[in-house]
C-alpha cells in the first residue's frame, strides 16, 4: 500500500533491529498502535502481533485486505470521475460507499499515497496504471496480513499492556499530519514514558525528548513536500527508553 508517512523504504533497516529486541528479550507481543500500511509489523516474527489504527476507514481497510484476497470489490480500474464522486461523498458523509471501499479507491487513486489530499493519480506520460499497479499490492499483502490482529482503537487504549513491545510511527511533530488523529506530543511523550516501565518502546521520529536515546538514524531524501522540500535530507531515527528488559 503507497501510504504517506509509510516505512517501506526503510523497513530493511528497521525491521532487524526491532526483531532482535523482540529475540532477545523473548517478546510474545509486538503492537503496532500507529500502524498505517502495516510495512513494518508484517515482516516481524512474534507469537502475537497486534496492529491498529485511529482511522477507521483505514482500518476496515486492512481487515478487508486480510479476509479478501481477491479484492472482489474492486473496480478493475478507476477513472477521475469515479475517484472524485468517491471524494465527494467522504466529504459530504453520505453512505454511498461503504468505509473499506472508500479507502481502497482513495489508497490506490490518490497521488502520491495522499489520501484524497494530494488530487488523482495519474502517469503523465500513459504508460503506466497506477490504480492498477497498487490494486496488486493490496492483493499481495493479503496473505501477510491474515495472521495480525487487527483492530481500530487509540494507542492510548493499550496503557494497561505489559511485557509486549510496542513500535510508534506517529506522524512526525511539525511536519504536515496526514493521520486522523490529533497528537498533543507532550501528552504523547508521558504516555510513552508511563508504557515503557512494563513494556519495551521503540519510536520512529527526527527528534525527541531527551531521556529518548537514539539506537540507529539514517539520511534520507524528502520525497514528498511536507514541512520540507522535496529532495532536502532528513534524518531518520529510531529512539528507545531505558527500562527493566535490557541494558543500555
Not at 140 to 147: V, Y
Not at 181 to 201: A, G, T, W
Request: aromatic share 14%; charged share 30%; glycine share 4%.
Amino acid at each position: 500500500m503507497v501510504y504517506q508517512g509509510s516505512k517501506s523504504r526503510l523497513a530493511k533497516f528497521l525491521v532487524p533491529i526491532i526483531q532482535k529486541y523482540i529475540d532477545e528479550n523473548n517478546i510474545t507481543t509486538y503492537i503496532e498502535p500507529m500502524c498505517g500500511s502495516c510495512s513494518i509489523i508484517k515482516q516481524i516474527r512474534c507469537d502475537n502481533r497486534i496492529a491498529s489504527d485511529i482511522n477507521d476507514e483505514l482500518i476496515a481497510l486492512l481487515q478487508y485486505i486480510k479476509s479478501d484476497n481477491d479484492l472482489s470489490i474492486a473496480p478493475a480500474n478507476c477513472s477521475f470521475e469515479h475517484y472524485a464522486d468517491v471524494r465527494e461523498n467522504r466529504k459530504i458523509g453520505t453512505n454511498k460507499y461503504s468505509k473499506k471501499y472508500t479507502a481502497l479507491i482513495g489508497y490506490c487513486a490518490s497521488y502520491g499515497g495522499r489520501y484524497f489530499d494530494g488530487g488523482y493519480g495519474r502517469d503523465k506520460t500513459g504508460k503506466r496504471n497506477i490504480y492498477a499497479e497498487r490494486l496488486k499490492n493490496l492483493k499481495e499483502d493479503s496473505a501477510q496480513l491474515k495472521a495480525i490482529n487487527i483492530k481500530c482503537c487509540d494507542y492510548k487504549d493499550f496503557e494497561e499492556y505489559k511485557n509486549c513491545l510496542f513500535y510508534f510511527d506517529p506522524p512526525y511533530k511539525g511536519t504536515k499530519q496526514y493521520s486522523k488523529q490529533s497528537i498533543d506530543y507532550n501528552s504523547f511523550y508521558d504516555f510513552l514514558r508511563k508504557l515503557s516501565e512494563n513494556n519495551i518502546v521503540i519510536v520512529s521520529e527526527y527528534s525527541m525528548p531527551d531521556d529518548f536515546r537514539c539506537i540507529w538514524q539514517k539520511e534520507r531524501k524528502v520525497l514528498q513536500k511536507s514541512d520540507r522540500l522535496v529532495g532536502d535530507n532528513a534524518i531518520e531515527k529510531l529512539f528507545t527508553l531505558e527500562n527493566k528488559y535490557y541494558e543500555m
